[in-house]
Nanobody, 120 residues
Framework: QVQLDESGGGLVQAGDSLRLSCATS????????MAWFRQAPGKEREFVAS????????IYTESVKGRFTISRDNAKNTLYLQMNSLKPEDTAVYVC?????????????WGQGTQVTVSS
């Protein structure tokens, strides 16, 4: 059993910042990559950013480049998303996901999400 738990969401004003965290508990596993996704009401789940657990390589969706920074703490098995210059369109449930070593694509484990609401 693997559990991912997000925290750090909240209600903020446009231009503000938030830092999301994703902690891991349960069965120990070796991960190759972790990612943040988001889903707004009425919209498909959207990829936000990912980071390699091996070499720190990062990937961002175009709409968050320059505003969001994904990072990791290997010792704590924790994923972070620093979100700056937040916009109302960033409003969504943010979910973290982990890919286990040996998995070529997709993600094996998912959290329940944390709500981020950005008011104008």
């Amino acid at each position: 059993q693997v559990q991912l738990d997000e925290s750090g969401g909240g209600l903020v004003q446009a231009g503000d910042s938030l830092r999301l965290s994703c902690a891991t508990s349960g069965r120990t596993f070796r991960r190759s990559r972790m990612a943040w996704f988001r889903q707004a009401p009425g919209k498909e789940r959207e990829f936000v950013a990912s980071i390699s657990w091996i070499n720190d390589q990062t990937i961002y969706t175009e709409s968050v480049k320059g505003r969001f920074t994904i990072s990791r703490d290997n010792a704590k098995n924790t994923l972070y998303l620093q979100m700056n210059s937040l916009k109302p369109e960033d409003t969504a449930v943010y979910v973290c996901a982990a890919r286990e070593i040996g998995t070529l694509s997709g993600y094996n484990y998912w959290g329940q999400g944390t709500q981020v609401t950005v008011s104008s």
